[in-house]
């Protein structure tokens, strides 16, 4: 049985990606009474909690019972993300996690499988999938594949940070749902942010190339800068499962979200909850000069961003004054990449980066392989008791049931494109080669 410390790994409800606070005060002005349920899926289900992992695991899930918002936390709130309304502020001054009442967690001891569903009202559950799959990476890390350890990670998040600055890149790290530890992501965070003060002190450094912020809240709080965020694939799905208008839930979507934040604060439109075709169909040329951009979460990036161009191009709009957001699965060679792709294209780029900065590891043992981070995710799987569901543009990142996401992909005219990087399974292996030049 795992020691009981009672020390909670998560300590204040900012530990969050900015998103869920944005799309939880949406729920609280469209769907107050909504109720939802989540599920947790492992896409690398060959590692498995053991019981001590899953014990632990079960108590910290527990402690996100005892935190609420403080009120410098709110006051930090209301001064930096202006865009929430102070409707949201007051509500947060008395929100609590039930998760004793809305968690259930399951573990097979025979096959270590872990199930875990969140049931409740969307505005009282929303908070709970960032911590939990932390957690969840943070239990395996802690009891199950131990042969890491910290060193050198402050200073290879440094090195990241330069080379992708040198290159011209603006980017946002993105790491907190699958870092390896809060230790882990304070770590990068600090290397992150002395690589930006470092390069920006040089003389060659580029206009535009930066760290942009985090995800983060809490840790964009304590190193002071900007916390970023966009909109999760949540937000669309739920919608269309409460309204069952999968051809419109894009443009529901986007209305109600300018309806909370304004027009000067939506951000850049997620595009592929449903398939991008889907919603290029209904981004209109004046939702498309509102939102500043797209982010690109799935499929080919190169075919998304081609298909993006066309669409401003076609809809006469000035493309050179729009950002792609790149945010699925990326290393410093892929936003490299990226990069000279948009630039050709006449677009601006921003990058997402996550697990490559907050659970890059390799074992201490030679031949020091990489380690693998989990690929874990929990998805709003209903709505008013309709199943909820998420297509993506490929095939790995289909969620929810199964009936649904056929009948919906008819509906929509979906049509599945094969694309070489498009395995969950395998997301962030790394080749045997590559194992034995670091152990060389």
């Known amino acids: 049985m795992v020691q ?4 909670p790994k998560i300590r204040s409800l900012l530990d969050t990606d900015l998103y869920k606070l944005t799309m939880q005060a949406a729920v609280l002005d469209h769907y107050p009474d909504t109720l939802v349920s989540y599920s947790f899926k492992n896409r690398t289900p060959q590692m498995k909690l053991n019981q001590a992992a899953f014990d632990w695991l079960k108590e910290q899930i527990n402690l996100l019972g005892s935190l ?8 930090y709130l209301r001064s930096t993300v202006k ?6 502020l007051v509500f947060l001054e008395t929100f609590k996690l039930s998760p004793e009442d809305q968690v259930q967690l399951e573990y097979n001891p025979a096959t270590q499988d872990v199930t875990a569903k969140i049931e409740g009202l969307w505005v009282e559950t929303i908070l709970y999938e960032i911590p939990i799959l932390a957690l969840v990476s943070e239990a395996y890390f802690k009891f199950v594949e131990t042969d890491w350890d910290y060193n050198g990670q402050e200073e290879r998040a440094v090195a990241k940070a330069l080379e992708l600055l040198d290159f011209g890149c603006a980017f946002s790290e993105f790491g907190t749902r699958r870092r390896r530890s809060f230790k882990a992501q304070e770590l990068v965070m600090r290397g992150l942010v002395a690589g930006d003060v470092k390069y920006q002190s040089s003389p060659a450094a580029k206009v535009g190339s930066g760290l942009r912020g985090t ?3 809490y840790f964009a709080w304590k190193f002071g800068i900007p916390p970023i965020g966009t909109v999760a694939h949540e937000w669309m799905m739920g919608i269309a499962a409460v309204s069952q208008d999968y051809k419109n839930a894009n443009v529901q979507a986007m209305e109600k979200w300018r309806a909370t934040m304004g027009d000067a604060n939506v951000g850049v439109a997620l595009t592929d909850t449903f398939g991008t075709d889907a919603f290029l169909k209904v981004f209109t040329p004046k939702l498309a000069n509102i939102y500043a951009g797209v982010r690109q979460d799935s499929g080919d990036p190169l075919v998304f961003l ?3 161009a066309k669409f401003y191009d076609e809809h006469g709009i000035d493309k050179s004054k729009k950002v792609v957001v790149f945010s699925d699965s990326l290393d410093v060679e892929a936003c490299k ?8 294209a006449g677009m601006l780029c921003s990058f997402g980066v996550g697990t490559f900065f907050t659970n890059d590891f390799h074992s201490l043992k030679p031949p020091h392989r990489k380690s693998t981070p989990l690929n874990i995710v929990i998805k709003l799987s209903s709505a008013n008791g309709k199943a909820a569901i998420k297509i993506s543009d490929n095939l ?4 929810g049931d199964k009936a649904t996401v056929e009948k919906v992909k008819v509906e929509l005219g979906y049509i599945e494109r094969a694309w070489v990087g498009g395995d969950e399974e395998k997301r962030w292996n790394e080749s045997d080669e590559t194992a034995s030049e670091l152990s060389s």
């Open 83 to 88: 865009q929430l309304p102070e409707r949201y």
């Open 337 to 344: 990449k990226y990069k000279v792709a948009t630039e050709k």
């Open 68 to 75: 609420s918002f403080s009120p410098e936390e709110i006051n």
């Open 396 to 399: 790995g990142k289909n969620t």
């Open 306 to 308: 081609d298909k993006i």
């Open 215 to 217: 995800s983060n809240v």
């Open 4 to 7: 009981r410390t009672r020390e």
